[in-house]
């Protein structure tokens, strides 16, 4: 059975930084692509950042530059660094796994598996 388990949550205020960790069990660490999304009220989840097995690193433009994905293959965990946060990083982060090759990392259908997600608030 294939387990997400997104920890980090919090409510914090413009500016200030915050990391998530995934803690992936179940799977075959080597064989994903380890995913974030968000996806704040109202609106559709989005794409946030990838890494593969090899740490190549993907971002979305609205965070590139403030946000740093890694993930340690050994502890089979992912993590997210978010700083300079802003009110509309306000969001459910999820965590999500898809199989290496082929498909784009930027697609939500595409993952396969998913955690239950945790709550970033922004204050301004």
């Known amino acids: 059975q294939v387990q997400l388990v997104e920890s980090g949550a919090g409510l914090v205020q413009a500016g200030d930084s915050l990391r998530l960790s995934c803690a992936a069990s179940?799977?075959?660490?080597?064989?994903?692509?380890m995913g974030w999304f968000r996806q704040a009220p109202g609106k559709e989840r989005e794409f946030v950042s990838a890494?593969?097995?090899?740490?190549?690193?993907y971002y979305a433009d609205s965070v590139k530059g403030r946000f740093t994905i890694s993930r340690v293959n050994a502890k089979n965990t992912v993590y997210l660094q978010m700083n300079s946060l802003k009110p509309e990083d306000t969001a459910v982060y999820y965590c999500?796994?898809?199989?290496?090759?082929?498909?784009?990392?930027?697609?939500?259908?595409?993952?396969?598996?998913w955690g239950q997600g945790t709550q970033v608030t922004v204050s301004s």
């Open positions: 179940g799977l075959t660490f080597s064989n994903y692509i």
């Open positions: 890494i593969s097995w090899s740490k190549s690193t």
């Open positions: 999500a796994a898809k199989t290496s090759g082929g498909t784009s990392v930027y697609i939500t259908n595409d993952y396969t598996y």
